[in-house]
């Protein structure tokens, strides 16, 4: 770790605002040469759109940026990289086909020419990737026949090989397995000695404290404090500075479930996906509302969709008793399921709101010889329009028109039309406002109270918290903990989720 001042990098007041919503205010940030700056925060927290300003992507509204001692302007992707400001995103961009030494110069002066001699380029970006990585890597190999980690030290070596001032991480070790977290910590530390300043943005707080030499935390696109390990901060200080002391973990009305609600009818069963998820095992009872966390990179990102058929995967997920082989299937067995994604995945923009909650059910709203009653289409729309207090309340109204709330309560209303009784919502309330996600969160309670059953997969704790009778937490693609409703809280969550401590001890009840 670098000591003293030797300042690098300074953002001072950085302002960024989407219209009248306020993305970050008066936000600080400080890098010193040779330093693993640590950047934490909840999701929303401001992360992402900080440096995306730092790389060129979006444009702040007012402060400075300040670079080796001098206040400098930065409108483009361009102009930080010429500035020595370089970014390896979690998604790696590479091309499968290449050889290493291809990828590592593509688009330089040593990929181009006819007479280029293949031999010496291997050798020299054998040794380029030795230089600035430590580590050795056979450059004749294909991209795609390397691990996740021999992809991203091609990444890391492309970044140093333009002698950049700054490095920044963003969620490097999400993908990766143990012994490539190592792999990585053993470069970014030989690049920290070479005296590159380096941002490294990561949810795996226990990864921070053995990597990092500072730790600066954001919420609500605002500095709540900075870290230090080595100083004697703990996880726990760092955790309570993400979440504040204004966690307001709200509760539901409905009766909880108990123990016995009789034979589950939705069940995984050493569920896979390849790189993804290891050995899922969860059970979902009539009346139980079961959710599932962890963080970005956990896992939990295709979960839903490997439940529901739209993603292959491994071991068993069965409906009613039948297993889940298709989208089609899960649905004709009375299954529901909002997406993530509502814009890809979950509304019909150019439809109106009758017809996207009309949607799923259109055997239910036909008449002789398969044409639809509209007089039974508009009541039932109408009637689930005035429920969920969708707005504006017009059933002719077109989709693409309505609020991010109103949006996902239309495509929740298209189930509760279909009369679903098992649901699997995949970050029900992302980007949902306040109003319309109490309205959300109370039909959901009401249909788990009515009987129905409910997988939630979220990111949301507060969220996951209020709603579930049991809370699973997802560490590297392996269920580590489960947490019944009376011991879940957003700090035992986090913790869990960020460090894996029961990683030995899987769907082990972990006490208060």
């Known amino acids: 770790m670098t000591t003293g001042s030797n300042e690098l990098l300074n953002m001072r007041g950085i302002n960024k605002s989407f219209g009248t919503v306020s993305v970050l205010e008066k936000v600080e940030l400080k890098l010193r040469a040779g330093e693993v700056l640590g950047l934490v925060g909840e999701n929303g927290a ?6 995306k300003i730092l790389t060129g992507l979006y444009t702040l509204d007012s402060g400075e940026i300040e670079l080796a001692g001098k206040v400098v302007s930065i409108r483009r992707p361009a102009d930080a990289e010429a500035l020595g400001i370089e970014v390896i995103h979690q998604d790696r961009h590479l091309a499968g086909r290449l050889t290493v030494a291809e ?3 593509l688009g330089t002066s040593k990929s181009a020419g006819l007479w280029r001699n293949e031999r010496k380029v291997q050798a020299a970006a054998r040794a380029d990737i030795l230089r600035t990585t430590g ?3 056979d450059a004749a190999a294909f ?3 390397l691990s996740v980690a021999q992809q991203q030290l091609i990444q890391i070596a492309r970044a140093v090989l333009a002698e950049p001032k700054v490095l920044i991480l963003d969620e490097p070790t999400a993908p990766l397995a143990n012994e490539e977290v190592e792999q990585l910590f053993g470069t970014v530390r030989h690049l920290r000695d070479q005296g590159v300043g380096i941002i490294f943005i990561s949810h795996y707080l226990q990864e921070l404290q053995s990597i990092t030499d500072r730790i600066t935390v954001l919420r609500n696109g605002k500095n709540v404090g900075d870290a230090s390990f080595a100083a004697g901060d703990s996880i726990e200080d760092v955790i309570g500075l993400m979440l504040g002391n204004q966690v307001n973990e709200f509760s539901h009305q409905r009766t909880q479930a108990s123990t016995n609600t009789g034979d589950p009818v939705l069940e995984l069963a050493e569920l896979s996906v390849h790189g993804k998820l290891n050995g899922i095992n969860l059970t979902v009872a009539p009346g139980e509302i079961v959710a599932v966390t962890g963080l970005l990179g956990s896992g939990i990102e295709v979960l839903a969709d490997a439940v529901t058929g739209n993603l292959a995967h491994t071991g068993s997920a069965l409906l009613h008793g039948k297993a889940v082989t298709s989208a089609a299937g899960f649905v004709s067995r009375s299954g529901a399921y909002v ?14 709101v009758r017809e996207n909650i009309a949607a799923a059910s259109l055997h239910k709203l036909g008449r002789h010889l398969g044409l639809l009653d509209p007089r039974k289409e508009r009541e039932v729309s109408k009637e689930l329009v005035q429920r969920l207090d969708i707005r504006p309340a017009n059933v002719e109204a077109i989709a693409s028109g309505l609020s991010g ?4 309560k239309s495509v929740l209303a298209r189930w509760l039309a279909k009369g679903s009784d098992v649901l699997v919502l995949d970050q029900p309330t992302s980007g949902v406002d306040v109003g319309s996600r109490a309205h959300i969160y109370a039909q959901i309670s009401q249909l788990a109270q009515d009987g129905a059953a409910a997988l939630v997969v979220s990111v949301d704790l507060e969220e996951v918290v209020g709603l579930a009778d049991r809370v699973l937490v997802l560490y590297r693609g392996r269920i580590i903990a489960e947490l019944p409703a009376g011991q879940a809280s957003t700090e035992k969550i986090l913790q869990l989720a960020s460090s894996g401590q029961a990683a030995q001890n899987p769907l082990e009840e972990v006490n208060a």
Do not use: A, C, M, W
């Not at 997406?339 to 109106?352: K, M, V």
């Not at 709330?405 to 996902?408: A, E, I, K, T």
């Open 339 to 352: 997406p993530s994604n509502r814009h890809h995945d979950g509304i019909f923009l150019r439809n109106t």
């Open 405 to 408: 709330g109103n949006q996902q």
């Open 135 to 137: 580590q050795e890597l």
């Open 103 to 105: 990828q590592l110069y």
């Open 46 to 51: 401001g992360k992402s759109t900080l440096i």
């Open 143 to 145: 991209v795609d026949e």
